[in-house]
Nanobody, 120 residues
Framework: QVQLQESGPGLAKPSQTLSLTCTVS??????????WNWIRQPPGKGLEWMGA???????YYSPSLKSRTTISRDTSTNQFTLQLSSVTPEDTAVYYC????????????WGPGTQVTVSS
């Protein structure tokens, strides 16, 4: 059973770059046909897909966040990371790392989520 765990600072200041890491256990991030996503949920709002990195290392971003988002991976540690630049209080949210399967597009494994607050 694959498990995902987010880590990173819970507080960021406006204009800073937020960096979060997802550590994956019980499965490899290079396993064929699986994608590794970042999804967030601002307080009182729905889930927002931010982007993903595929098993082969290809990246995909939400058009609304593409200019500020970078997703990368380290296959030696089985981790993938999210960098979000120029954060504002509107980026305050619970951030989740999530696995999805290419053929069904199901988000089938979720990390517990990590709260990030952007405030001066």
């Amino acid at each position: 059973q694959v498990q995902l765990q987010e880590s990173g600072p819970g507080l960021a200041k406006p204009s800073q770059t937020l960096s979060l890491t997802c550590t994956v256990s019980g499965g490899s991030i290079t396993t064929d046909s699986y994608y590794w996503n970042w999804i967030r949920q601002p307080p009182g709002k729905g889930l927002e897909w931010m982007g993903a990195i595929s098993y082969s290392g290809a990246t995909y971003y939400s058009p609304s966040l593409k200019s500020r988002t970078t997703i990368s991976r380290d296959t030696s540690t089985n981790q993938f990371t999210l960098q979000l630049s120029s954060v504002t209080p509107e980026d305050t949210a619970v951030y989740y790392c999530v696995r999805s399967y290419y053929y069904t597009r199901d988000f089938d494994s979720w990390g517990p989520g990590t709260q990030v607050t952007v405030s001066s």
